[in-house]
Nanobody
């Protein structure tokens, strides 16, 4: 079992950078794949990356988003660069035991953190 808490969201302008944190608890944190998803009103939940031993990103964010993890601190980070208004959403981290781009594969979720990118 693992508990997750996201933080670091806020209001930024186009072109800015932002770091989100996913803080975990539980002795088995290092065993989990951690994924990031985002969702905005009226839109489908979107996969934006995951990390186990390596990070994987969809084409929509590849080159702008970077995921890293610090198992000693039980924290996973999402670094977002060159933000655009289309990145505006609530961002969630999730933990699971299988690599997937689908939310149903992940067993534990954080509460989400809002990212708003203005023009």
């Amino acid at each position: 079992q693992v508990q997750l808490v996201e933080s670091g969201g806020g209001l930024v302008q186009t072109g800015d950078s932002l770091r989100l944190s996913c803080a975990g608890s539980g002795s088995t944190f290092s065993s989990y794949i951690i994924a990031w998803f985002r969702q905005s009103p009226g839109k489908e939940r979107e996969f934006v990356g995951r990390i186990d031993l390596y990070a994987y990103y969809p084409d929509s964010v590849k080159g702008r988003f970077t995921i890293s993890r610090d198992n000693a601190k039980k924290t996973v980070y999402l670094y977002m660069d060159d933000l655009i208004p289309e990145d505006t959403a609530v961002y969630y981290c999730a933990a699971g035991l299988r690599t997937s781009i689908f939310g149903r594969a992940y067993d534990y979720w954080g509460q989400g953190t809002q990212v708003t990118v203005s023009s």
